[in-house]
Every structure is written in C-alpha cells, then in structure tokens.
C-alpha cells in the first residue's frame, strides 16, 4: 500500500507550512464475510466396540454425507431425554447438551446371524420438520471385521449413514412421500410396488432415464430391506439399494440427493456420484454382492419442539 503522506500546517507562528512527514497508513477494518452455515453429524463410539481404524472410516462416511447436505439445521437445546430412552444403551447417556446438527451413536454388537450386517434408524426428531437430531447406527460384531478386511465397510457405513439421516419410511410416510406401502408387520402381497413420489427424487430419476411418475422401492427381500431402499431391480449398484455390490462404485447419486432433498434437507446435487441405470454397464464381472440384511430397528420415532420439549403427534 502506498505510504499516505500529508503537508501539516505549523502550528501558530507565521502560518507556514511544515517539511513533508510521512504517516503510517491507516488502519482499515478486515471484510466481514459472514459464516456460512454448515451440517454437521457428530458421530460418537460410546463403548469402543468398534477399532480405531474402525471408527476413522465411519467418521470418513459421514463427511461424505456432509458434502451431499449443506445447511445447518436449527440447534436443539438441552432436553429431558434419558439414557436407555431410545433402545437399550441409546442413548448411551442423558441428551442434556445442545445438539447440532445430529447426533449419530455407533455401536457394534452380536446380533445373533452372520448375515445381518447392522442397521440404522433415528429416533428423536425435530417437530418443526421432521428431520432427526438423535439416531443410531449398529453393527454386528460377527461379522464387522470381516468387512473392514475385504474393503467393505466404507460403504456399508456410508448406507447405515443415510438411514440414520432419515432415508427409511418412518421419515417419508409422516410427509407423504411414499405410496403402496403395506404396514410394516404384514406379509408382501403379489405384485407389490411401493413408491416413492418425492418431486425431487422423481426428478432425479427421470434424469436418469427412469421412465415413471415415481421411483421404486423395494419390494422384496423381507424385513430390513423392503419399502426402505431403492429397487435393487431397477436402481442396481446405487448406494441406497438393498445389496451392494462389491468391488464396484456404488454410487451416491443425485436420485438420493434428490430423496434427501424432499425430506427437508437442503443439498448440493453437484456433490454427487456419476451414475447410470441398470446393472450392464461394468466391464468388468463384479464380485459377488454384498448381501445387505438389514436388522429392522423398529424405533420410537419422537419429536421435539425447539425448547427441547416432546410434543405429540401431528
């Protein structure tokens, strides 16, 4: 910055001036630039039932999912909640701490059938919007080193992740987002199509190539996997399916940025994995795919105004 230099006129005497002085230039204030609102998911490992390495790459999946969603969401104050309130050892203490934006508590534990690999739901949310603050993912500790071996769990945990965030119809059906669903007890009937009519996962699919008013969930596969992910036989390698496919991509694509979008989320569709329909467009033969059985966490889904008070139903 150029030195400021002023001509200061003596004081008293004949009125003259004094020789040039050279003065320091002034201090100017720094820029505000406001802070940009940012999502936050607080992972926490309450019992270390998970490794380090275990717990870096559950921390590595929700950054992940905090590149797709971009706004921060209204903080919650203190609350009554207890430990133990939610399932057993959720929450693994009292929620009397503000939370922002969510709160995500990851335990492993022996859930009796090598082919279940975890599940994931929330159980406190907002009242305002639905959204949760409190949710939990679990492992099975039969099978959880396994995965990491073979390369596996980044991807399951970046799944679990998005049921925790809300990606299961306990948060769509309560907005109207799904139609065809039958009650979560009854047995599947012939021909069942649910759908999910989000406008802008609808519009992420026909972007895609789908060629329908709504996108397809589940139909089959039992408990834990049906109504709650995309259609393995339309969607594929996509993330939210109820398989994924081993040593492939299985993207993060615009379609559940779009589904995450509709539940009130606000995202960034940029961030978003490349992704093609269908299941013929690897080269290469993939490796057998990774059964997800999921473990159907049948939560009491709560809500929560914004002085941390529960309220009932809408």
């Given amino acids: ?11 008293g005497g004949r009125g003259g001036f004094s020789s040039l002085e050279a003065l320091p230039p002034p201090t100017l204030p720094s820029p505000t630039v406001a802070p940009v609102p940012q999502f936050t998911i607080d992972v926490r490992f309450p019992d270390n039932s998970l490794t380090p390495s275990q717990q870096a790459i559950v921390r590595s999946a929700a950054l992940r999912w905090q590149e797709i969603i971009i706004e921060d969401q209204p903080d919650l104050p203190p609350t009554t909640i207890r430990a133990d309130e939610c399932d057993a050892g959720f929450p693994s203490t009292p929620l009397d701490f503000p939370i922002d934006d969510l709160l995500v508590e990851v335990r492993a534990r022996n859930l009796g059938n090598e082919r ?28 959880l080193s396994a995965l990491e071996e073979r390369g596996d769990l980044p991807i399951t945990a970046l799944h679990e992740l998005g049921h925790a965030l809300g990606f299961l119809p306990s948060v769509w059906n309560p907005k109207g987002l799904t139609v065809g669903l039958v009650g979560r007890d009854q047995p599947t009937p012939p021909g069942y199509d649910p759908r999910f009519i989000g406008p802008r996962a609808v519009e992420a699919f026909s972007t895609l190539g789908g060629n329908a008013p709504s996108v397809p969930l589940e139909n089959q596969f039992g408990v834990g996997s ?13 993330l939210m399916t109820s398989r994924l496919d081993r040593g492939v991509p299985n993207p993060l694509s615009i379609l559940t940025v779009g589904a995450m979008a509709d539940i009130g989320y ?15 467009r690897v080269i290469l033969e993939p490796l057998e795919p990774l059964e997800l ?22």
């Fill in 226 to 238: 049906r109504d709650s992910h995309w259609r393995e036989s339309v969607l594929g390698r996509e």
């Fill in 1 to 11: 910055m150029a030195v400021l230099l002023l001509l200061l006129k003596a004081c």
């Fill in 293 to 314: 059985q999921e473990l159907e966490l049948a939560l009491p889904l709560r809500r929560f105004d914004a002085t941390g008070r529960e309220v009932g139903d809408p």
């Fill in 266 to 280: 606000k995202v960034n569709p940029a961030a978003a994995d490349s992704f093609e329909l269908g299941r013929s």
């Fill in 116 to 143: 279940i690999l975890g599940g994931a739901a929330p159980c406190f949310v907002r009242a305002s919007n639905g959204l949760p603050f409190y949710s939990v993912v679990v492992f099975n500790s039969q099978n």
